[in-house]
């Protein structure tokens, strides 16, 4: 099983990313980035999936019609993953969709494998929680526009990560691979990379992912550029490391077989003690990027 699919290496049709839980070779979770031209539209089922539209840059119009009825929700979305937090549309499973842009842009259909059946909804840019987590050069900011405890899915867990250039993000370590009630769920998990260019020149990182023990025991450490993809079914994962001079942006997605839906993990023993010293370092400046709109 190949685990870092290189921009442009796992396109269909018209997604240019394409990861539905069979060719991951797991259960759960799936992800597709739409490439619309001006004046472009496509119309899919959600099958057996929920999905959450988040538009990567541009905005778009997205169409739900089920035997419940006929949604249409507008999203002005953004000008790219690092110029601001965006609004999005949540599409339940047995639907048909549309998504439309009169200006064009890429979105990024983040998709969960379910059971319940929950309504079609606009997710607004400012209900979105921006936090910051980490101090120092762990210093990083999370869109946890998807979040658990934060908007409502039946397995789908989605959010966004900027890590500024220079820094580490996704460390300590940690995994999620093991059910341990009230402490650690199973959750396979995508990420998906873009990077800020500086003065015309593309940015890159690196992500680890090392074996824990449990499952296909995962070890990867891929040098990561814009539009690439890293599979996550088990193992330690982290760090995520943005070059100095570009920072770096990934979208994360989750889903697993747990009851519960929610994000528990273990960090790695060797590496816990880092979060110890993140109080006694202030913040990395450049954070925010930006924060959610008032309204």
Not at 137 to 149: L, M
Not at 164 to 187: C, I, M, Q, T, Y
Not at 202 to 217: D, F
Request: charged fraction near 20%.
């Amino acid at each position: 099983m190949t685990y870092h699919l290189p921009a442009g290496k796992a396109p269909d049709g018209p997604y240019v990313v394409d990861v539905t839980p069979e060719k991951a070779g797991w259960g759960y979770s799936g992800l597709k980035v739409l490439q619309l031209p001006p004046g472009g539209s496509h119309t899919f089922e959600t099958g057996d999936s929920e999905w959450i539209v988040l538009p990567l840059n541009g905005g778009c119009t997205v169409e739900a019609t089920d035997d419940f009825g006929h949604d249409i929700f507008q999203l002005t979305g953004r000008e790219g993953v690092f110029s601001g937090v965006t609004d999005f549309a949540y599409l339940p499973r047995d639907s048909r969709a549309t998504v439309s842009s009169a200006e064009g842009g890429r979105f990024a259909l983040t998709g969960a494998r379910c059971s319940r059946r929950l309504p079609a909804r606009y997710g607004p840019a400012s209900s979105v929680p921006v936090e910051l987590r980490g101090t120092g050069n762990s210093s990083r900011q999370v869109n946890n526009f998807g979040a658990a405890g934060v908007f409502e899915c039946d397995k789908l867990i989605a959010v966004e990560v900027i890590t500024p250039g220079g820094n580490w993000s996704s460390f300590p370590p940690h995994k999620h691979d093991e059910h341990r009630p009230g402490e650690e769920s199973v959750l396979e998990e995508i990420y998906y990379f873009e990077f800020a260019d500086h003065e015309g020149i593309p940015g890159l990182g690196y992500q680890r992912v090392s074996p824990s023990g449990h499952g296909r025991n995962t070890d990867v450490l891929a040098e990561v550029r814009g539009g690439d993809v890293v599979l996550i079914p088990d193992g330690w994962h982290g760090p995520s490391m943005a070059v100095p001079g570009h920072h770096m942006y990934y979208l994360n997605v989750m889903a697993g077989p747990e009851a519960e839906r929610a994000w528990l993990i273990c960090d790695h023993p060797d590496h816990a003690w880092v979060r110890g010293t993140w109080p006694d370092r202030p913040v990395d400046p450049r954070l925010p990027l930006y924060i959610a709109p008032s309204q």
